[in-house]
Each structure stands twice: as C-alpha cells, then as structure tokens.
C-alpha cells in the first residue's frame, strides 16, 4: 500500500467524481431527502477512499456509524419534521450568498494553494505499522488504548453528557395527572350537558358501510352521506379524504346533500 | 498518482460543505453539511496517516467520528424542540437574539 | 515718624487684655446656647458682659496712663493658632494707645447701648438673641481692634461683618430687612476680598502677618508693593465703612433696630476702615499714591454721603447720609498721612459720641411715634419728649461744629490739615471739607426743624393708632444723656494741652502742617460756612411749614433721594453685566461644551446604532464571519511562513 496503483488511481477519480456530484447534491437538492440520500453517496465514496488507504477498520466505522447510524438519525429527524418539508433555495438575508460565493472560493483557493505549496512527501503507507501490530484493528487498539487512552475516556463523558443532554432537550414535563378515559366521557357528558353541541359518543370507525376499508375512507351515514368525521384528522387537513360524492340530483346543481356541505356539517358536530 | 490528490479532492469537499452551510436555511441540511466538512477533514487525516506511515490520523479521525456523533445527537436534539415551539427548521427563524 | 514698633510682653494687669474679648464672648455663647432658659435674665447678663469688659478697658487704660509714653504698648501672646512647618500664625493681641482708645469706645458706647436697648427692645420676643448678636458683636469688633496681626485682625473683621448681618436682618420677618441684610453682607464680600489679598500680599512680602514684621520691614519693601497692599487695604476700609464705591448698603442696613444702627453702623463697626488705614500707617506713610486715592475716596464720600443726607425724609437714613460723610471725614483725614491721622481718630472717637447720640435720639423719637420714620410725620415733638430734643439738639451742635462742643474741635482740625496739605491738592481738599461742613449744618438743621419744630404732622399708623408721644422711660434716656456729655465735652477734652495728639503719637507719629494763611480766618470761615448752612435750612423748614407730602423736587433732589443712583449704578454696571455674562457662559456651557459632549455622545450613539445592525441575529451571518476570518486567518499565516 506503499504508492498508488492503477486500480486506485482509477477508484480514486470515480470516487471523487461521485463524491463532489454528491455533495453539490446535499447542497442544492431541494427536497431534503434528497440532500440527505446525497450525503449518504459521499460517506460511501470516503469509505471506499479509507479502505484504500489502509483504513480498514475506518472504513467500516464510517459505513455502519456515519452511513448508517447518524444518516438514519438524519432521516428519523426528517420524519418528524416531515418527510415532504422543502427548502426554498432563495436567499433571503440580503448579500448572503454575494459575499459567500467568493469567501468559500477565496478559502477553498487558499486551501488548495497551500497543498500545492506544502513539500508533500510519498506515501509511506500503513501496511509496516499494520503487520507490526498484528493488523489495523489491533495496532489501532494498542494506540488508542494506550497513547490516546484518555482523550478516549474524555470522548465517553462526552458520550455520555451528548445523549443526556439528547434527553433533557426534546424532554416535556408532564404538568397535569394524566386524564382516564372515564373522566374523559365524563367532562364531554357535562360540557354536553351545558349546551354545546358536541359529539359525545366516541367517533365512527372510517370505512363502515363504504366501498373500501382504508383509514382515508370515510363511514357512511344511514342516509348514505360520508362521515368525514370517521376519518383522521390529519387527512382531512390535507384533504386527501378518499370519497364517496355522490352526483347531484337533476336540477339541484348546488345540491344540499352533497359531500362538502356533510362534511361541513359533520365538522361542526364534531366541535 | 500524486498523493496530494486526496488532499485536494478533501479541500473542495470542506468547501462545498461550508458553502452549504453558508446559503442552506434548513437546519438538517446545514447540519449534513458540517456532517460534510468533518467527513473531508477525516479524509485527510486518513491520508496524511498514510502519508507518515503512522496510525495517528486514523486515530484523530475516529475521535473525530465519535464527536460528531455525540454533536448530531445534541443538535438533532436542539432542532426537534425548536421545530416543536416554532413550528419550522429554518435556521433564519431563530433569530430574536439580535439588536 | 512713630517709634519702631517694638512691643513690650503683656504682664501683670496687661496679662487682662484676652478678658476684655473673652467677657462678651461669653455672654453671646451663654445667650445663644443657653437658649430659651435664658429669656428671662438675657438683657441683664448682656449689659453686665458689656459693663464687665468696658471696666477692664478702663483698668486697662489707667494701667498705660500711668506708663511712661514709650512703654504703653504691649503684645500678648495667647496660643499659636496655625501650628504648620512654614507657616504660623499665631492668635495674639496688641495693647497700645490706638487700641485702647476704640476698646474705650466700644466698649464704652456699647455698654450706653446696651442699656439703651433694654428699654427700646423691651417689647421684642426676640431681645435675648439681641444681646446675643450684641455680645458678639463686641467680641468681635474688639478681637479686630485688640489683634497683633493681620489675619486675627481679618477674622475679627468677618466677625464683625457677620454681627452686623445678623442685626441688619434682626427682624427677618420683613423682607425689606432681609434684603438688606443680603445686601450689606454682599457688599462688605467685596471689600473683604481686598482686605484678604492685602493679607495674602503681606505675607508673601514680608513672610508674616503680624504687625511687628510687617511695619518693621516695610522699608525694605518696594514702594509699588506697598502701594497694591495700601488700595487693598483701602479697598477693605471701603466695604466696611461704607466709602465710595462701597457705599450702597448703609442705607439700606437702617432696616436694623436703631440700637444697632447707633452702634455698629454709626459708632464703631463702620470705622473699622479709619482703624485699619491709621493701624497700617507704616504702609501708607511708604506708599503716597495709595494715600492720595485713600483722600479722594473720602472727599467723595464725604459729599456724597452730605447730598445723600439732605433729600432724606426718613431720619435713620438722613443719619446715614450723615454717617457717610462724616465717615469720609476721617477717611480723608487718615489718607493726609501723618499730619492728619490723629484727627482721623479723633474725630472717629467724638463722632462716636454725638452720632450714637442722635442714633440713639432717633430711636426715643420713633420709640414714642409708633415706629413711624418719615420726618415728615413729626414737627413740634420738643414739647412732648424733652430729654430726647435736649440730647438731640446737644449732639446737633456737635455734629454741625459748633464751638465748643466736640465736632468743632476734630472737624476744625480735619479742614485745617486739609488745607495744610499745600498745594492744588490741599485747596481741593480744603474747599471740599469746607463744603461738607456747610452742607452737613444743612441737612442737620433740617433734620432737628422737621422732628423737633414747627406743627404737627402726625399721622395714624396702619393699624389707625394715632401717636401719642411720650418721653422714653429712664433706661433709654440716661445712655443719651451720657452720650450728649462726651458730644459736649470730649472734643474740648481732647484737644486741652494737645492731650490726644501726645497720646497718639508714638503710635501714628504726628507732624504740624502749615496753613497757606492765618488759623484764625480759616476759624472764621468755617463758622461763617456753618451759619450760612443753618440760616439756609432755616429759610426752607423753619420759617415756612414743611408739607407732609414730599414735594417732587429738583433733579438733584431726587438723585439724592435714590442715593445718587448707587444701587442703578451697581446693577446696570455689576448685575446686569453679570447677568449677561452668565447668560453668555450658559449659552457657552450648553452649545458649546454640552454640544461637544453631546455631539460626541449622539456620534458614538449613532454610528453604534448603525453598527448594532450587523448583528443581525441570523446564525448564518455570523457564520459568514466566522468563515471570512478564518479564511483571513490562514491567509495570513501562510504569507508570514512565506
């Protein structure tokens, strides 16, 4: 492993090409799983870099940690903000990116200038230090466990303090006794008691007496109009309700009876 | 090959991430990006470890590892209670801590 | 020339001197921090402190007599005040035959007052406090009289300043009398001022403040030195007695009880100013220019204050007029130099007499009239209180120069050094005092015919009292008896055998000028002047009635009514311009300095504002900062490693 091969050489510019397309993917990708997909091909070429390089066991840490624990991290987060959010790509801080573009030109220019500049030596390669401590896991064991033994006992309190401090963050203090479905009943009983036109019992099931029994399909009432009601109410926020509507009668254009205006109605009994 | 290619090939990743960061409002994205820049600067320490013969950049790029996962968690967590209070991941929300 | 000043230690009964100032010092502690306990014997324990040390005086005084005249003068050293490496002052006081003749007179005429007021203050809630401020007075004019060296002699001086403001403003429930309180301790600052530099400049030129270095060494002073210490000094002399420019604020101090008005501001505090020319006669003799400006402010003066006094209707400050001039008498007299201080001294002492008289008279007249000032409210009060127009009318005489009653003995003295003065000088001055006296046998005649002839004018009070008056009772009456008995006597006194002159002069030195013509004429002349005073005063109150309305009169009258526009002078010339001075340096302070602050302030205010923008709260700025300095940063580094 001591100089470049052909096959490196090779390996090295695909990986390259995929790894800069990847990361001005991650950057300018609008969908933010997208980025994140991107993101993962990058990780992935490194990977292969490292294990070209005589960083076996780097390489699989990078595959199994970054690409799959903290990507999958990445994407569970995104789920809960949702999955389908977008970024707009417009700036909207004036002179942002006018400053921007020609800083990080600037800086990357600087960075290469000064690899070009600095007398870069051959590779030497890791296969010595490698056979002398019986292979890259073991010789980077010995040295972790020794030489750098504790910045790796500095690195599990930091471990330890990110993963409470995880806790503490997204934690909710629970304020109020959590309330039974007894006393539940009873508070809508009373608050129906007092007048206010409320759905008492508990909500329709969706899809009763439909033509499907998906979530999105809302039951039918005994005059055959939807309960949207049955129908959870994120899906009718997003108004993906699958329906039944049926076709107004002749002469009866804005038909009373028709979906929108049972589904007004079934709203407002739901208030 | 000339080994510096690495190197180079690290630069424009660095770059690239910190341009991400830059322009990106989403506060994943610019996230992934700094996820971006510390993965180019371990390149380079895997390949100045190989340059020297020696494993300690391997080393320094593992500690690297193990900070950015303990980094992801806590920002991760930051942006979920942000995004609970505001409603948004834009980082440009954020901003009353101003004149 | 007097003798070198060369003081013998006080011992014996000389060792009295401190008492003499420490008596009345007491009676005012004891009168001021005893407080209301001491209502009830206050009066009495105030005359006896006066009493008391009038007595030493006078033991004191007997002491000297009977010393030869060259060991009559004693320095008592009582504690060093001002214990400092390089400095020292020390409180000391100086016994000689200059200040034994003012410890006479004030304790002397103090004591009469004294008495005086227990009657006149009978009524006053407040006469406690009186004789407190009394005393304290006392003390402190005697401190001024009594002091070794000049900066006791200041602090006596300021002490008298604050007496006199405290009895200016005895009846500070009448804002006329509060102002003029104000007004006579603002005026007296700016002589004190003078007095204060003329200390200062003693000491930094003869390295004391005591009397001994200072007479001692004022012949190796330069003689532009002495004369910038004499115009302080006079200037000094100008706020205390009342000279021109200083002049404004003796009328206005009559707003005081007429005990006071006879005491400080006719007897003794006014004259401190004669006192300090004549103690510093070694500077002055040095310094020629300073005694000519000393003489023209008292020829000033002494007509101002005449003219001031003929257009008065209110007779405490006819008298106050009177007191100017007379006053400006003695300042004159005092800047002839050696032929003239002893006249200054003597004529001080009679005037003491027969203007405390009248002051006194004028009391017992307002005392039976209900307070009422206004001579035109009076006429043909001689049947109805006559002790009061007997001692009046003596004092009268002597004021006016009469022979042989006392002021024509020191004011006959004073016209005839005028005049040997020699020269352009000496006749101005000359015709000037012969002028004074003429108008002062004037305005006097015209105050005796309006208060004590003609017909009644008497007028209801405020409150619709019609005057009844009355003869004053016996505690008022015998001090002015006593008082119209040294108005008769003491200039014949004085003057028999030159028995003044001798006494005096080891202290002031004396010399004899030479009248430009006969004694004799200058006696008839004068007399003639008198006459022609007393006969025009008689043509225009005695022989027609005055009218109890004042007639609009001529411009001078009016001029004279106003003081010679002494108050619009000061106000246009000192107020006003002051004003506009503070006006200027306000606007100044606000534009100028308070724009400069200000400006600096609404810069930095501003371009802080502007900068504040930067932060602008978007996390990705900061990081566009951030990024830029580190670019910065590497930049830098890899140009400085080449």
């Known amino acids: ?31 933010i799983v997208h980025a994140a997909l991107a993101l993962c091909s990058v990780m992935l070429c490194l990977a292969f870099f490292y294990m070209a390089q005589g960083a076996v066991f780097l390489g699989v840490v990078q595959v199994v940690v970054y690409t799959g624990a903290v990507m999958m991290l990445f994407l569970f987060v995104l789920m809960l903000i949702g999955i389908e959010s977008q970024d707009s790509l417009t700036e909207t801080i004036r002179g942002q990116r006018f400053l921007a573009v020609p800083l990080v030109v600037a800086f990357g220019a600087v960075l290469i200038g000064v690899y070009a500049h600095a007398n870069l030596p051959a590779f030497v390669g890791t296969d010595a230090v490698n056979a002398k401590g019986g292979g890259n896991v073991t010789a980077l064991a010995q040295l972790l466990f020794s030489r750098y033994y504790w910045a790796f006992e500095v ?117 | 090959m000339n ?58 790029a593992f500690f690297t590892m193990v900070v950015a996962a303990a980094e992801v968690v806590v920002g991760l967590a930051i942006i979920i209670m942000v995004f609970r209070t505001r409603r948004s991941a834009s980082v440009d929300d954020a901003n009353l801590l101003k004149y | ?48 402190a006066s009493v008391g040390s009038f007595v030493l005086g006078a033991v004191l005084f007997f002491a000297l007599l009977g010393k030869p005249g060259d060991q009559r003068s004693y320095d008592q050293h009582v504690y060093t005040w001002v214990p400092v490496p390089g400095f020292s002052a020390d409180a000391g006081f100086h016994l000689d035959q200059l200040s034994i003749i003012f410890v006479l007179l004030i304790t002397g005429v103090g004591s009469l007052i004294h008495i005086y007021s227990v009657g006149y203050m009978a009524h006053d809630e407040q006469r406690r406090k009186f004789f407190a401020y009394l005393n304290l007075f006392l003390a402190a004019m005697l401190v001024l009289v009594l002091a070794d060296n000049y900066l006791l002699l200041y602090a006596g001086w300021e002490g008298v300043g604050l007496a006199s403001y405290l009895l200016i403003g005895f009846w500070q429930h009448k804002p006329s009398a509060a102002v003029a309180a104000k007004k006579a301790f603002i005026v007296n600052r700016v002589g004190d001022v003078g007095l204060s530099l003329a200390v200062m400049l003693m000491y930094t030129t003869f390295g004391s403040f005591a009397f001994g270095p200072v007479f001692n060494g004022v012949s190796g002073a330069k003689t532009g030195t002495l004369t910038a210490i004499g115009l302080l000094l006079l200037l000094g002399a100008c706020g205390k007695s009342a000279q021109f420019p200083l002049q404004s604020w003796l009328g206005d101090a009559m707003e005081g009880p007429t ?55 209110d007779i405490k400050k006819a008298l106050a007029g009177s007191t100017m001039s007379q006053i400006g008498y003695m300042v004159l007299a005092a800047g002839l130099g050696p032929i003239g201080y002893v006249f200054a001294i003597m004529h001080l002492v009679t005037h003491g ?13 307002m005392h039976g009239m209900n307070d009422d000032v206004n001579m035109r409210h009076y006429g043909a009060l001689r049947k109805f209180m006559p002790w009061t127009y007997v001692t009046f009318g003596l004092g009268y005489l002597a004021i006016i120069g009469c022979p042989p009653f006392s002021g024509y ?69 015998v001090p002015m008896a006593v008082l119209a008995v040294g108005s008769v006597a003491a200039g014949a006194l004085f003057s028999y055998h030159s028995a003044f002159v001798n006494w005096l002069e080891p202290v002031t030195g004396h010399s004899d000028g030479r009248l430009p013509f006969s004694d004799a004429l200058l006696q008839v002349i004068t007399l003639a002047v008198v006459a022609l005073g007393v006969a025009y005063a008689w043509s225009l109150y005695g022989r027609q009635e005055v009218p109890a309305q004042a007639p609009a009169g001529a411009f001078a009258t009016r001029a004279a009514r106003r003081d010679l526009y002494g108050d619009a002078f000061n106000e246009l010339v000192f107020m006003r311009t002051g004003q506009y001075l503070t006006r200027v340096l306000v606007y100044f302070d606000l534009k100028g300095v308070d724009g400069a602050v200000n400006g600096i302030a609404a810069g930095l205010g501003g371009s802080s504002g502007r900068l504040r923008r930067l932060q602008t709260g978007f996390v990705r700025s900061y990081a566009l900062s951030m990024f830029g300095g580190a670019t910065l940063l590497i930049a830098a580094l890899l140009l400085v490693r080449g």
């Open chain 3, 353 to 365: 007499f027969f203007k405390a008289g009248l002051f006194l008279g004028a009391g017992s007249v």
């Open chain 1, 155 to 271: 690195s599990s309190a930091v471990l330890i303090t990110s993963a409470i401090g995880a806790m503490v963050l997204t934690h909710r203090e629970r304020t109020t006794p959590r309330k039974s479905q007894r006393e539940q009943s009873i508070e809508r009983f009373e608050r129906w008691g007092r007048g206010e036109r409320i759905q008492v019992t508990g909500l329709p099931n969706p899809g009763v007496y439909a033509q499907h029994n998906a979530v999105d399909t809302p039951a039918l009432l005994p005059d055959g109009s939807p309960a949207e009601v049955s129908v959870n109410a994120t899906l009718r926020g997003r108004d993906t309700v699958r329906g039944f509507r049926p076709l107004p009668l002749p002469g009866q254009v804005n038909g009373q009876v028709n979906g929108k205006q049972s589904a007004k109605q079934s709203n407002e009994v739901s208030q």
């Open chain 2, 3 to 60: 080994p510096a290619n690495y190197l180079y090939l690290s630069a424009i990743l660095f770059t690239l991430g910190a341009l991400g960061v830059l322009i990106r409002r989403n506060a994943i994205v610019v996230f992934m990006c700094i996820e971006l820049m510390l993965n180019a600067a371990n390149l380079a320490f895997v390949t100045f470890a190989r340059m020297r013969g020696a494993l300690d950049g391997q080393i320094i």
């Open chain 3, 1 to 48: 020339m007097p003798s070198s000043y060369a003081p013998l230690a006080a011992t014996g009964t000389f060792a009295l001197i401190a008492w003499v100032i420490a008596i009345p010092l007491a009676g005012a502690a004891i009168l001021l921090l005893g407080g209301r306990r001491t209502n009830r014997f206050g009066h009495l324990l105030g005359c006896a």
């Open chain 1, 1 to 31: 492993m001591g100089n470049t091969g052909h096959g490196e050489t090779l390996l090295f510019w695909l990986g390259s090409i995929v790894s800069v397309l990847g990361a001005l993917g991650l950057i300018f990708s609008k969908k």
């Open chain 3, 409 to 477: 003995w020191s004011k006959d003295k004073i016209i005839e050094a005028a005049f040997s003065q020699g020269g352009t000088s000496g006749w101005i001055l000359g015709c000037t005092t012969l002028l004074g006296a003429l108008i002062t046998a004037f305005y006097m005649t015209r105050v005796m015919l309006m208060t004590f002839f003609g017909q009644k004018r008497w007028v209801a009070d405020e409150q619709g009292h019609e005057p009844h008056p009355h003869e004053s009772p016996w505690v008022m009456v």
């Open chain 3, 259 to 313: 005990p006071v008005s006879a005491l400080i501001h006719a007897a003794t505090m006014v004259t401190a100013g004669v006192y300090l020319i004549v103690r510093s006669n070694a500077i002055f003799d040095a310094a020629p220019n300073a005694r000519l400006v000393v003489t023209i402010v008292g020829a000033v003066t002494l007509m101002l204050g005449a003219i001031i006094g003929c257009a008065k209707d």
